[in-house]
């Protein structure tokens, strides 16, 4: 993976937050981590290695309800997770508009988060 992505501040997503690809409306699993360039997913389904994808993520930002973010995202890599049908996949954002990356930042930069 290149440092570009990697030079972003990546906050830990201690609660579950779905991640849906808009494509099917099925759940992918669930955000290990997030960033303004990327995300780590515990995917719960089998995804296509380098594929690009259509995802859809709520985040509890300001007011602490849930706030509708929407990606194009490139899948980078894949690693098998300790329980059986799961995967820690990374994911590089393609598309995400301006009031989602705005959304975004103020998600991770709110008080209280653990950073990876």
């Not at 992918?28 to 290695?49: H, K, Y």
Request: proline share 3%; net charge negative; with cysteine.
């Amino acid at each position: 993976m290149s440092d570009e992505f990697r030079r972003a501040k990546r906050r830990r997503a201690l609660e579950t937050i779905e991640v849906i690809d808009t494509m099917s409306e099925f759940s992918i699993g669930r955000i290990g981590n997030l960033s303004e360039s990327g995300m780590m997913v515990l995917a719960t389904q089998n995804l296509v290695d380098d594929a690009l994808y259509q995802l859809r993520f709520h985040l509890p930002v300001g007011d602490n309800r849930p706030h509708r973010i929407d990606v194009g995202a490139h899948q980078l890599w894949l690693e098998d997770a300790s329980a059986t049908g799961q995967h820690w996949c990374g994911f590089r954002f393609i598309d995400l508009g301006p009031e989602h990356l705005d959304t975004l930042r103020a998600w991770i930069d709110a008080p209280g988060g653990q950073y990876a």
